[in-house]
């Protein structure tokens, strides 16, 4: 089998499988319990955030989740709500996962107003736009750190810097696509979004990180847990396995990025032989995400026939939903290319012997498909 597919999901480390264990079976006690067991387990937790706090080199609120989708609803919900007297304008990208253009959605239908701030011609957030929308009553912006469909790294220190201008205006950023793969100082991020599955730890735990002085309205209400903002019982085991999968996947980080850094490129070059083919993502990318666009192929057609021979990439974003890239369309203003758009992601697992295998592949898929 040759997996692909990392920006959707990554295998769980068997390391962090067995932290997961021994967690679950040695410390039973609820957390909010007062008696020793329930003591031993909140001190536990208590070490997991203060080593994810130290990994990240931030000194924010850290609020347990069940992934980046309900942390990224947990903030806008609970910024919007919480501030909605001092204003109704929120700022965005084209380049975001579902799980911020829902919430926002539900936000609109409740009165609130929505603008997508313009971008360049390499899909990079005009500063510039940014600054000019923002007003009196702008009370978030939400851009995220790379683009799940892409790879596409936005300018999050300079976009940071704009918004700290705005006392009245707080920073979010979905780093869903960013935290273990590449490093990036979030100290003038209000708000950040990620989950363990997206650095090989078990799905259902994630994170929101939030700067201390701020406050927000619950999602989820009914008492005090590791944090004010999200009741219910806390899971040692997926807590403590996720600060374990953040600390194993920043070993020897430089090693594993140059090592992606050059599959990438050696996957550009025998893609770019394809006079059909376009490479979507550019020089601004993060190497662990390629997309490209196949003319006149479907991509889910290209899909099954990769899985014919035990290749397994996709088509969007794994949440994403509709027959189109969003993304792709306001990266290229190319509808044909937007419609025929692949995701290849990569992971420090990947081997040259993989892709050696994915090409002679999908050389054949290709040749099969291009003539039909």
């Known amino acids: 089998?040759?997996?692909?597919?990392?920006?959707?999901?990554?295998?769980?480390?068997?390391?962090?499988?067995?932290?997961?264990?021994?967690?679950?079976?040695?410390?039973?006690?609820?957390?909010?319990?007062?008696h020793r067991l329930g003591v031993e387990s909140k001190n536990l937790i208590d070490?997991?955030?203060?080593?994810?706090?130290?990994?990240?080199?931030?000194?924010?609120?850290?609020?347990?989740?069940?992934?980046?989708?309900e942390s990224n609803n947990l903030v806008i919900k609970g910024i919007c709500n919480k501030y909605k007297n001092r204003g109704n304008h929120i700022i965005t990208s084209p380049f975001e996962h579902s799980s911020i253009y829902g919430p926002l959605n539900y936000l609109m239908d409740n009165g609130f107003e929505i603008d997508f701030v313009n971008l360049d011609s390499n899909g990079m957030v005009d500063l510039n736009h940014l600054k000019s929308l923002i007003k009196e009553t702008t009370i978030l912006v939400s851009i995220a750190s790379v683009n799940s469909e892409i790879g596409l790294l936005q300018p999050i220190k300079e976009i940071g810097d704009i918004v700290k201008e705005y006392p009245k205006c707080y920073f979010h950023s979905d780093m869903t696509q960013s935290i273990g793969k590449i490093d990036l100082d979030i100290?003038?991020?209000?708000?950040?979004?990620?989950?363990?599955?997206?650095?090989?730890?078990?799905?259902?735990?994630?994170?929101?990180?939030?700067?201390?002085?701020i406050i927000i309205e619950p999602l989820i209400h009914g008492g005090k847990s590791t944090t004010n903002y999200r009741s219910g019982t806390p899971i040692?085991?997926?807590?403590?396995?996720?600060?374990?999968?953040?600390?194993?996947?920043?070993?020897?980080?430089?090693?594993k990025y140059n090592n992606i850094l050059e599959l990438n490129k050696y996957l550009k070059s025998k893609l770019s032989n394809y006079d059909k083919l376009y490479i979507n993502s550019n020089d601004n990318c993060i190497p662990h995400i390629l997309n490209i666009s196949i003319i006149g192929i479907k991509p889910e057609t290209m899909l099954h026939a990769l899985e014919r021979y035990d290749i397994f990439v996709s088509t969007q974003s794994a949440?994403?939903?509709?027959?189109?890239?969003?993304?792709?369309?306001?990266?290229?203003?190319?509808?044909?290319?937007a419609e025929s758009s692949m995701r290849i992601s990569l992971s420090y697992l990947t081997t040259k012997e993989e892709i050696d295998y994915f090409i002679d592949s999908f050389d054949k898929c290709y040749k099969e498909l291009i003539w039909k």
């Open 187 to 213: 100290s003038n991020i209000d708000f950040v979004s990620f989950s363990a599955h997206k650095f090989y730890g078990l799905k259902g735990i994630g994170c929101l990180l939030k700067n201390e002085n």
């Open 47 to 69: 070490e997991a955030t203060a080593q994810i706090k130290h990994l990240l080199k931030t000194n924010k609120e850290v609020i347990y989740t069940s992934g980046s989708s």
């Open 236 to 255: 040692p085991a997926l807590i403590v396995s996720m600060a374990k999968a953040l600390r194993l996947i920043y070993e020897n980080s430089n090693i």
């Open 319 to 337: 949440c994403s939903t509709g027959d189109m890239s969003k993304a792709v369309l306001a990266l290229t203003n190319d509808q044909r290319r």
């Open 1 to 34: 089998m040759v997996y692909l597919d990392y920006s959707a999901t990554t295998p769980v480390n068997t390391e962090v499988l067995d932290t997961y264990n021994k967690v679950v079976l040695n410390y039973i006690g609820n957390p909010n319990s007062l």
